[in-house]
């Protein structure tokens, strides 16, 4: 959300002589008269220069590169509205395969050849429509059985990402959180059996967690639900948010069950922009089973053509996304996955091992499951890591620090995802540039003679 800054006079004035411009140009008006296209790209293209570039943004899990090819199919599918299925019916069969592709891989019953999900702008949006879902049908049987449907809620850990929160807030859901504590930065059976009841809709449990890099003890979680079913009659469903995790682990621990081979698991996204190696934004949603989905959530339309099932939160929304997904499956396969992954695995374990080297980080996750570094400071008031972060930024790597959630809030981190594009060679030069800030916080920059010829730094 942006303030309006309807009473602002400020302009854009080019420094291009007056080769394409002529005049100065409001920033937040529309103009009078319009200007060039190689003129208003010029304006644009370079005014985004002040971005950060993608190849060194570490904080982000948002895939920052393709091949050509897929940038020409891009630009090729850039103006079909993915919703329009009457206009663009093979872009809707598209779509599907690439459902089932990701139900078949995260053994979906039937194998996912009928698998029911969709895909969605993000995983903000597919774990809003399975959690819609899964209120309906609590409330429905709610209803069957003659119970109030009120103060529904949903159990989490505070690991969760932000869009859970959203859920919960913007369709008048509960939260029952649970706390971070310092050593413990994941929830577990103990942890939540506590906060359940008959009005609990659902159960989160985290492939991969955006605070720490780790997993919850999902299979410890699919227990208690079961047995809570079994002792209590509460139907209470496992949706596993495997944003970070789902293109991860069915390639390198393929034996890992996370997925619909828990019984309780009744529904999983994934961000497919994250390691399903396509651009933003896009995400998936899918459920064990055709029920899991209440059909009076999918909506039928006719006023674009034929009859178009819909269930999204948003109407119109790009298709080149699902068909770069379905690009990079054909591209990869099984096998290039897995080449993918164990390469970013490898890259990320490389600078962990390297930054477990410093005295003054500890490791919180060493990326031995996820491609994901994260360290803390061994002493905080020695180090700090958000002077740290903001002299990595001088050299260009993007490094976020922030705290952990309560009860973990005292504790500032360093997170580092490692993608495709990220190679050995910057892994070394990244490890690199951390000492040498470690050292300027410390004892301040040292004289120009003493610095390294090819690498000056600060």
């Not at 003659?146 to 850990?157: A, C, H, K, L, S």
């Not at 997925?259 to 961000?271: A, K, M, Q, W």
């Not at 922030?402 to 997170?415: C, G, M, S």
Request: proline fraction near 6%; aromatic fraction near 8%; include cysteine.
């Amino acid at each position: 959300m942006h303030k309006l800054n309807l009473d602002s006079d400020e302009t854009i004035s080019p420094t291009y002589a007056s080769r394409s411009f002529s005049h100065d140009i409001p920033k937040y008006r529309l103009p009078a008269q319009g200007i060039s296209a190689d003129a208003a790209y010029r304006l644009v293209h370079d005014e985004l220069n002040l971005d950060g570039n993608p190849a060194l943004n570490l904080a982000s899990f948002v895939t920052s590169w393709m091949e050509p090819q897929a940038n020409l199919l891009a630009a090729e599918t850039l103006a079909k509205n993915l919703i329009d299925q009457d206009e663009y019916p093979q872009t809707e069969v598209v779509h599907q395969r690439v459902v089932s592709m990701i139900g078949r891989l995260f053994h979906a019953p039937s194998g996912g050849a009928h698998a029911t999900g969709t895909a969605t702008i993000g995983s903000s949006e597919a774990i809003m429509l399975a959690m819609l879902a899964h209120k309906r049908s609590w409330q429905r049987r709610r209803e069957a059985d003659g119970e109030p449907t009120d103060r529904p809620n949903i159990v989490m850990g505070a690991d969760v990402h932000t869009c859970w929160e959203k859920f919960a807030r913007y369709f008048e859901v509960e939260a029952r959180i649970v706390p971070m504590e310092e050593n413990r930065y994941t929830i577990g059976a103990d942890e939540v059996e506590p906060l359940l009841d008959e009005r609990t809709i659902g159960v989160a449990g985290l492939h991969g967690s955006t605070f720490t890099g780790q997993m919850d003890d999902l299979a410890s979680l699919d227990a208690l639900l079961a047995r809570v079913e079994s002792e209590r009659g509460w139907q209470i469903p496992l949706h596993i948010d495997a944003a970070s995790g789902g293109f991860v682990t069915p390639f390198s621990e393929p034996e890992l069950e996370w997925d619909f081979r828990l019984p309780r698991v009744r529904s999983i996204n994934v961000s497919n922009h994250k390691f399903g190696l396509v651009y933003p934004g896009m995400g998936t949603v899918v459920f064990r089973e055709a029920s899991d989905l209440p059909e009076e959530l999918v909506f039928h339309i006719n006023y674009l053509g034929g009859d178009m099932p819909n269930y999204s939160l948003n109407f119109s929304r790009p298709s080149s996304s699902v068909i770069l997904q379905y690009f990079a499956f054909l591209r990869l396969g099984s096998d290039g996955y897995r080449e993918v992954i164990a390469s970013v695995l490898s890259n990320a374990q490389a600078l962990a091992q390297k930054l477990s080297h410093l005295d003054d980080l500890e490791l919180i996750n060493d990326a031995s499951r996820y491609p994901i570094v994260i360290v803390r400071a061994n002493d905080p008031e020695k180090l700090d890591l958000t002077l740290l972060s903001q002299l990595l930024r001088a050299r260009g790597w993007i490094v976020p620090a922030y705290t952990l959630p309560p009860n973990a809030d005292k504790i500032t981190v360093l997170r580092m995802v490692i993608k495709e594009n990220f190679s050995r060679d910057m892994v070394d030069m990244l490890a690199h540039d951390i000492k040498s800030a470690i050292h300027v916080l410390e004892h301040g920059p040292a004289p120009r003679s003493t610095r390294e010829k090819h690498r000056p730094l600060y």
